[in-house]
């Protein structure tokens, strides 16, 4: 979500603007009418000519044959970094950066102060992966020249794929000072203050790019990124479409309002425009991923895994795309294959927080509850903020008889969420499992109250009641589990007992029969 990269040209010269045409430059007649210096100087001029005209490929054999000349010749033995610098351009146009970094090395070899050589041979090391390098080129060529906008463009991009938000936002910040209309600066400072959650700072940065240049299809996209984020989804489209307005073959586009219908809930639509995402560029895992999505929510399952697997194949490396098939082979309860794929997802992102607390709803389903509080202890390492996550680790500890670590997760968990009713319902069953009937009968009614009247509430506050000896109340609530659910057996037992307790021997009996015929197991 960054800008273009500023690639610096080295000080265009009078002597380098040839008058003569191309073809007759570069003819073996012309060449034989001139000494040999001249002809390096004219094999030069042609490489350049090349050069401007994009033809890369062209221009290297013509600043090789100068190189190859230049230590015989006096003009090019002082002159050589000239050579080396455009060589060493042509070469990073071509994605030949370690070639470039060589030659734009050389350049500075002749040249100490050639800010240009240090700016690009900075760009070809963060084509290389190798950022702390490129920095140091940046830091050098921005001491050369404090008021080098470009280079703090460029250095900023590089903090930037370090995860060094604050010093790329600095970096960004000294070039919009520098360079009050520098675009490259605004968008690239718009794209970490995305990364970072700053949404309307983003805007706000897109919104003056848009201003100076409206015709940029890249900052209407990056502006719906930042809309998308902040759920105001009617601008996020209009802004995606300005975009696709723009570039009819913005395939990113097409996906990402593809992703807003999906939010949105408009399936169809979502997948009209990730057909024609797919369409444009066959190879986007990322719409591919969109579309099972668009899938996935019309339950059609088949033809999402189609998809999930199909961005797969594009991206082994695609973590979500794992994360989301296993998603739907939990929901068709193949575990072993979700299970799977979650593992897969973490492996490909040690930092992904819900495929760590999905894999541990596995565990728990499994019994494996030491398993899952493994994983939701790195879940919640990763985000503290999820009310789920210490839920199902309240689950877990549940599991394992840990009520005291139960009960402290579940109230955490309602810190973050407090109306979650299902939330209370588990806490009560921790309190119950301390033998603390008073507090899980007031949590079960809170669950009661917000919506949640499922047979097993009812069923575990009238074992919470028949605790205290409430015994009118533990039937009322019996009786409700089994008008909720007339197959459920544990309401029968529960039932039962009270009647005996209460010396109603026939009702019992009832209930315990009924028991034993749903369970075929004596109470």
């Known amino acids: 979500n960054l800008a273009p990269k500023q690639l610096i040209l080295f000080a265009e010269s009078e002597i380098f603007r040839p008058t003569v045409k191309l073809s007759e430059l570069d003819s073996f007649s012309f060449q034989a009418q001139v000494g040999q210096e001249t002809s390096t100087l004219i094999s030069f001029s042609v490489g350049y000519l090349e050069y401007q005209a994009k033809n890369y490929s062209l221009s290297v054999p013509y600043f090789d044959k100068v190189l190859e000349r230049a230590p015989k010749e006096v003009y090019f033995l002082d002159n050589q970094s000239i050579a080396y610098f455009f060589r060493a351009s042509s070469h990073y146009f071509l994605d030949n950066h370690e070639q470039a970094v060589s030659d734009y090395s ?45 280079a703090y463009v460029n250095r900023g991009i590089a903090y930037s794929t370090l995860g060094q938000y604050e010093q790329a936002i600095e970096d960004f910040n000294n070039a919009i000072r520098i360079n009050p209309e520098l675009l490259e600066a605004f968008i690239s400072r718009g794209g970490i203050y995305t990364i970072v959650g700053h949404y ?18 890249y900052v209407y996209f990056l502006r719906g990124i930042a809309k998308n984020d902040l759920h105001q989804y009617a601008e996020a489209i209009e802004d995606f479409q300005q975009a696709i307005k723009l570039n009819q073959e913005f395939a990113n586009a097409y996906t990402h309002l593809g992703n807003v219908y999906t939010v949105l809930g408009q399936y169809q639509e979502a997948i009209a425009e990730l057909n024609i995402a797919i369409e444009i560029d066959s190879h986007s895992a990322s719409a591919y991923l969109g579309r099972a999505l668009a899938h996935q929510a019309l339950t059609k399952f088949d033809q999402a895994i189609v998809d999930f697997d199909k961005a797969i194949e594009l991206d082994p490396d695609f973590g979500e795309a794992y994360f989301a098939r296993g998603a739907i082979y939990f929901k068709l309860g193949q575990y072993e294959h979700a299970f799977n794929d979650y593992s897969e997802a973490i492996r490909k992102n040690p930092q992904f927080e819900l495929a760590y607390r999905d894999r541990a709803i596995i565990y728990i389903l499994s019994g494996e509850y030491e398993n899952a509080v493994a994983d939701l202890d790195r879940a919640i390492e990763i985000n503290s903020r999820n009310a789920a996550t210490f839920s199902y680790r309240g689950n877990a500890y549940t599991g394992l008889g840990y009520f005291e670590k139960a009960i402290e997760d579940y109230t955490t968990s309602l810190e973050l969420a407090s109306n979650d009713a299902s939330i209370y319902a588990n806490r009560g069953i921790a309190y119950d499992g301390l033998g603390e009937f008073e507090k899980a009968i007031e949590d079960y009614d809170k669950a009661i109250l917000l919506g949640l009247k499922h047979v097993t509430v009812y069923d575990s506050r009238g074992n919470a009641y028949a605790s205290l000896m409430l015994y009118d109340l533990a039937i009322a609530d019996y009786t409700q589990a089994i008008e909720l659910d007339t197959l459920y057996a544990n309401a029968y037992r529960g039932r039962g007992s009270v009647y005996r307790n209460l010396g109603k021997i026939a009702e019992a009996k009832a209930d315990f029969a009924k028991y034993k015929e749903l369970t075929g197991k004596d109470p």
Do not use: M, W
Not at 115 to 136: C, H, P, T, V
Not at 200 to 217: G, S
């Open 106 to 150: 050389k350049t500075i070899e002749f040249n100490p102060e050639e800010i240009g050589a240090y700016n690009n041979r900075g760009l070809s090391y963060q084509n290389l992966k190798l950022d702390q390098l490129a920095i140091e080129d940046f830091d050098k060529a921005i001491q050369i020249d404090s008021g080098f906008s470009e």
């Open 200 to 217: 309307e700072l983003a805007i706000e940065d897109f919104n003056r790019v848009i201003v100076l240049d409206p015709d940029l299809e």
